[in-house]
């Protein structure tokens, strides 16, 4: 069978990994953790640096496309991999989704609506910034994630403190909206341009790490349309090809692009089981030049996502939790990733409660949701 390459280890990559293997091809995985869960999945787990070019060439030369999981791979790397191999999605579009600046300034002369910012390189640009921005938050350009590399600032002199933090470097300054909700829209492009869109989930945070997916989300028809056509024109103008998760705030009403994922999304879980294809076998598809499966939703569903918090007890001592709890619920899905060692924060897994009536399936989330230990911050 073709074998295919992955770069990125995580859970993201596993669930590549386990679609990749159930449509006949092999995986191998790129990622320096020895204990990557989707390295365990593989057929062959290559641990080295993204940047180590005695691996990059083994994977180039074993693999018939390579994709990735992780957004922080090096352009250069896939630049490079691209000389021997189809890379999916290009490194270009991944440069734009890897740095904040880049992604907001393609956002703004692409005509996308955004939360208004600024690139912020010196403490000069903070003293110089409109202060309509105000109150803001400060993101670091690079890195971020589940909101780490992030301040929120009241006022000039804290985004200035707040800066010095990140030891200078390269940042956004974005206004600070006022969020109705929050949607995301995840879909699948091919090489000739052809869209398939998932449909699209609301998501709600805790600490800044996604918290509860629902979907189909509660907007309005006309808005998730909207949401729908915005993600397409992104994709269509970077020229992707592959699977991409697109966030969007919802503010008085509004569509604003928060940010773009260059892979498959935490909020898109819920495709696995509710969906005709996965998000997982949508990008399996677009690497190997498949027609792209159906996206539609056969059922509505809510996914939770299990934090290594719930891994330990009020004494601080660390045990699995009791998923006969979660067992018990006929509708309800588990995923876990294989991840040797909980920590507070670190997504250990997540389940899906699939249905027909969505009132119930939230319910019985909630429930579900509680029942495991989860309690709301
Ligand atoms: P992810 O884990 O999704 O990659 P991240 O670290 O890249 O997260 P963002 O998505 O930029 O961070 O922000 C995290 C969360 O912070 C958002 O989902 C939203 O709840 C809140 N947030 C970020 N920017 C703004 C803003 N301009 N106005 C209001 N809330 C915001
Ligand atoms: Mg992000
Ligand atoms: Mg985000």
């Not at 640009?125 to 309509?132: A, Q």
């Not at 939703?297 to 601080?316: E, T």
């Not at 998923?323 to 920590?343: C, E, M, V």
Request: charged residues 20%; aromatic residues 8%; proline residues 6%.
């Amino acid at each position: 069978p073709a074998t295919l390459g992955m770069l990125g280890g995580g859970q993201l990559g596993r669930f590549f990994v386990l679609a990749a293997h159930e449509m006949g091809y092999q995986v191998w995985v790129l990622d320096p953790d020895p204990a990557s869960p989707a390295g365990a999945a593989a057929d062959r787990h290559l641990k080295a640096a993204f940047d180590d070019y005695a691996a990059l060439d083994e994977l180039a030369h074993g693999c018939a496309a390579i994709s990735t999981e992780f957004e922080n791979v090096p352009a250069d790397t896939l630049d490079y991999l691209a000389k021997f191999v189809p890379v999916r999605p290009s490194a270009d579009a991944v440069a734009v989704c890897q740095n904040r600046v880049a992604e907001k300034s393609f956002l703004a002369s692409h005509g996308i609506p955004h939360a208004p910012f600024a690139p912020i390189n010196t403490e000069a640009d903070l003293r110089e910034v409109s202060p309509t921005l105000f109150p803001a938050i400060l993101k670091v350009a690079r890195f971020g994630y589940d909101g780490k590399g992030q301040a929120r600032v009241a006022n000039r002199d804290e985004a200035i403190a707040a800066f010095r933090g990140f030891k200078g470097e390269a940042c956004v300054l974005e206004q600070m909206l006022s969020l109705d909700y929050e949607i995301s829209v995840v879909l699948a492009r091919d090489e000739a341009g052809q869209v398939k869109c998932f449909p699209a989930s609301e998501n709600s945070h805790s600490r800044g790490i996604l918290d509860v997916s629902i979907a189909p989300a509660r907007a309005t028809v006309c808005l998730r349309d909207s949401a729908q056509e915005i993600a397409e024109k992104i994709a269509a103008d970077l020229g992707y090809v592959g699977t991409l998760g697109v966030e969007f705030f919802i503010s008085r009403g509004e569509l604003y692009v928060n940010e773009m994922a260059p892979r498959p999304h935490n909020s898109g879980h819920f495709t696995v089981d509710a969906c005709v294809t996965s998000q997982y076998e949508q990008q399996v598809r677009a690497l190997v030049g498949l027609p792209l499966g159906d996206a539609r939703a056969h059922s509505v569903a809510v996914m939770v996502n299990l934090l290594g918090d719930i891994w330990f007890d009020a004494a601080g001592n660390c045990r699995e939790p009791d998923w006969s709890r979660l067992f018990a619920i006929p509708n309800l899905k588990l995923h876990l990733y294989g991840k040797r060692h909980a920590r507070p924060g670190r997504k250990m897994g997540h389940f899906t409660v699939i249905g027909t009536d969505p009132v119930k399936v939230l319910a019985a989330a909630t429930a579900a949701r509680s029942a495991i230990g989860i309690r709301d911050e």
